[in-house]
Each structure stands twice: as structure tokens, then as C-alpha cells.
């Protein structure tokens, strides 16, 4: 009876595999090339803007080692032997060869690693791949512990790191791997990522979320057309005359973000824009356009570095996300936006 439960419960467990990954054909193509010539390295860092799918390729790439090689992948496309009688084990997510290190709480701990590569003595032979989700979530002690995997790599094992802000490692991490930069999507890659996960994202989405498919979905689910909406009627009453209601708008901007990241990742995309649009000149006829050409692309580029460092401060120092909002928008209104 026992038997037929497990059996019973493989069989009803959701299946996954990766999808196919969307663009990123220069990176699809170098890790190609490292498949055929045979010169895998030990580590591997995927590195770039979050969002852009760089644990999709990190899988693709896994499934690709692990299965072997489509006979008939295009170039610059990774696709895995579906035919592998490993296929069925890795959609189960019973290979023991694939690992996954993913944040439990706020960072990824040194148990949680020894844990992972503890387990790389019991795999048989084959490959075995470690994807490190994001590496810049691990502390000081997880870091050393898998410096030490990169140095004293057994059999064919692959260390795949994920980062969004590859500053945050440390430069023997780094320099024990190879690195490959994976950039945002273009518009039409961008909603065909959507298009396949069921997404409808507005305009005013896709223009928040700038070539960042995972961003998309995240504001698509939440209120991220309204935290747009709220910071664009900060600018726009910038035209008004009187000075704002700078607690009232702060307040009003996050309360229509699912969370402060949102808010502020708002307030800093339109400070680019205005960057911009100072830079090329008035353009168009809208409000923004009038406010941002008053003053020069350096002194919105100045704003949009400043407002950078209130947020990396609120960070840090655990301040009030309103006390932040608001010391930003006092901050524009201060540079005589409304003269």
C-alpha cells in the first residue's frame, strides 16, 4: 500500500519544465558553444536586470546538460533531448542532480549550502547542477562555503549563479566563473514572454516594467498602473503654481503600490523620463514634456542619482517608507519644477 501511495503521488504531482527562453541569443549561443566543445566551466554567473528570465536560461541550460543536446537546436536556442528517459525524473522533480539554493527568510545561509553540496556525494554519475538563486541573497558564511564547490569541483558539477547586482559578491566568487550579461527585452519579446504566461499587461505597464517581463506580471498582478497614474499627477501639478501637499502625495503614491519598491521604482522611472525628455527637448505637447524641459537633462539626471541613494538609505536604515517618499518629493519640488 505504501508502494502504491508514493507511486499514487508522483503520478498527481504537478509536472514543470522550463519554458522555451526568449531572447538572449548571444548568451544562448556562448553557452552552445561551450556545450559542443566540451569546455563547460565550473561556475557559470548569469548576471543582469531581474526579471528578464535569467533562472529560466539557468534551468534550460541544466535540463540541456542533463538530458544532452535537441540533435536539431537552432543556434542561439538552448532545447534539451526530449526523448531523455531523464525527462520524466526531471518533471518530477525527482533528479537528484539538479539543486535549487533559493533565499528561506532574508539571505541564504551556510546550511542551507553545505546542505545542497553534501548531497552531490549521493548522485550517480552524471551531471550534476547547482542553480544559486539570487547569489546576492547569500551572507558572508554561505558565500565562503561555496567558494569552496567552485575550488574543489567533484565530477561534472556545474555552479549556475543568478544576480541582479553582481557588485554585492565578492571578487574570488567572480573571478572563478564565467560571467555572462543577459540584457532587457525588446517590446516584442517583452509580450511575447507575456503573451505565453497569459499576461495582459497596458501600455503604461510595459513602459514601467522597460524590457523586464517577470516586472510586468509583478505590477500586472498588483496596483502598478495606479502607482504610475499617482506619481505622473505629482509631475503634472508640479504645473499648477502652488506648492504641493508633500505628505498628502507621498502618502497617496504608496497607498496605491502593492509595496514601496513599487512606489519608488515609479517616482525613478519618471525622473528618467524627464531626464529624456530635457535632453531631446519639448517634443511633445503634454505637461510632462513642459515641466521636464524647464530644467536641463543633467539637473533631472542629478535628481534620479540623489533619489537613488534616499532609497538605498531607507534600505539600510530601516526608515519610514513615507518619511523616505516624502524627503524625495520635497526634494523635486525644492529644483522649482512649478517656476
Not at 160 to 181: D, F, M, N, Y
Not at 216 to 231: K, V
Not at 305 to 331: F, G, H, P, R, W
Amino acid at each position: 500500500m505504501a508502494k502504491k501511495k508514493v507511486l499514487d503521488d508522483i503520478q498527481d504531482a504537478k509536472l514543470y519544465k522550463p519554458d522555451t527562453v526568449v531572447g538572449h541569443e548571444i548568451a544562448q549561443e556562448l553557452l552552445q558553444d561551450m556545450y559542443h566543445n566540451n569546455v563547460m566551466p565550473q561556475g557559470i554567473l548569469l548576471y543582469g536586470p531581474q526579471g528578464i528570465g535569467k533562472r529560466l536560461l539557468a534551468e534550460n541550460l541544466a535540463w540541456m546538460l542533463i538530458c544532452g543536446a535537441n540533435k536539431n537546436m537552432q543556434k542561439g536556442k538552448l532545447n534539451y533531448d526530449s526523448s531523455s528517459r531523464l525527462v520524466p525524473v526531471l518533471e518530477h522533480g525527482a533528479y537528484s542532480g539538479l539543486m535549487v539554493i533559493e533565499k528561506e527568510k532574508s539571505f541564504i545561509t551556510v546550511e542551507q549550502v553545505r546542505t545542497t553540496t553534501n548531497k552531490l556525494d549521493m548522485v550517480d554519475d552524471g551531471w550534476r547542477v547547482i542553480i544559486v538563486d539570487a547569489a546576492d541573497d547569500m551572507n558572508t558564511a554561505a558565500t565562503n562555503a561555496l567558494l569552496k564547490t567552485l575550488e574543489e569541483p567533484q565530477g561534472q558539477t556545474l555552479l549556475i549563479l543568478i544576480s541582479h547586482a553582481p557588485s554585492k559578491l565578492l571578487p574570488t566568487i567572480i573571478s572563478r566563473c564565467r560571467k555572462v550579461r543577459l540584457s532587457t527585452l525588446n517590446k516584442a519579446q517583452t509580450k511575447e514572454v507575456l503573451a505565453n504566461q497569459k499576461v495582459d499587461a497596458s501600455e503604461a505597464i510595459m513602459t514601467l516594467a522597460e524590457g523586464s517581463p517577470g516586472r510586468a506580471i509583478s505590477l500586472s498582478a498588483s496596483a502598478g498602473e495606479e502607482t504610475l497614474q499617482q506619481t505622473k499627477d505629482f509631475f503634472t501639478s508640479l504645473m499648477a503654481g502652488t506648492p504641493p501637499n508633500i505628505s498628502a502625495q507621498a502618502e497617496a503614491i504608496l497607498t496605491k503600490s502593492a509595496d514601496s519598491h513599487m512606489a519608488f521604482d515609479a517616482i525613478l522611472w519618471y525622473l528618467a523620463a524627464m531626464s529624456r525628455a530635457a535632453a531631446v527637448g519639448n517634443t511633445k505637447a503634454d505637461k510632462i514634456s513642459n515641466v521636464a524641459t524647464r530644467h536641463s537633462a543633467l539637473m533631472w539626471s542629478k535628481l534620479h542619482q540623489s533619489t537613488q541613494q534616499i532609497i538605498a538609505d531607507q534600505q539600510v536604515y530601516n526608515l519610514t517608507a513615507q518619511l523616505a517618499m516624502e524627503k524625495i518629493l520635497n526634494d523635486i519640488y525644492k529644483q522649482k519644477a512649478i517656476k
